[in-house]
């Protein structure tokens, strides 16, 4: 890998690694000479791919305070901080028309895509903030700028999630060399659409005009430029990554 965009000296820190799109970001992020602590709600994946690394598997919940405080602490002993994070964690939810989901159908994407984030940045931010330096890439979704039907709790999320970044970012502007972004990908080819209705699928990539669905591998290159010390006049953005679906 060129020498651009290295990596060489910083601790990364992803959501979801253990599998899609997560996964492809720990790869990538590891060739370019970042250490990574992977994240992931399942212990068995997020071990396997940290050993293909040289990263840390982390076991844990991002809607669970005590997991990702221990999971900061395991960085800092094993690497010395968090320089870098990725919330890439996140749950599509029931598909269904309003008024076929519950409190509940909501509650729970809006944990863990919207709460999940923002406790992850609550945990990393005061190391950011004390060594002046971070990078916070947030993975959001098309659907939060268009909204998906039969997704509303998944869009509606994903929107906040956007917001949330741009807020966010203005508040740790003069902290020190510390950015927050988002990107929003189109649907990509995740294990995460098995759990979708085909028809849901298939209205996605319909409005699409690549005519198809993104690869983990394309969202990790653009995590990889927004995660690297170049992107240091880039904040509170959000990066579109939708095969032309996106209209603005």
Known sequence: MSDFFRLDGKVALVTGGGQGIGEAICLRLAAAG????????????????ALAIGGLGLAGNVTAEADLDSAVGDLKDHFGGVDILVNNAGITG???????????????VLDVNVLGPVLCCQAVA?????????????????????????????????AALIAFTKSLAKELVGQGDITVNSISPAVIHTPIL??????????MVSRIPMGRTGKPEEVAALVHYLASAEASFTTGQCYDISGGRATY
């Open 34 to 49: 970042a250490k990574v602590g992977v994240f992931d709600l399942d212990a068995g994946r997020a071990q396997r791919v």
């Open 94 to 108: 029931k598909a269904g028309k309003l008024w076929e989901l519950s409190r509940q159908d909501w509650q729970s």
């Open 126 to 158: 005061p190391l950011m903030r004390e060594r002046r330096y971070g990078r916070i890439v947030n993975i959001a979704s098309i659907a939060g700028k268009e909204g998906n039907p039969t997704l509303g709790p998944y869009s509606a999320s994903k």
């Open 194 to 203: 098995d759990g979708l209705p085909q028809s849901t699928v298939d209205y």
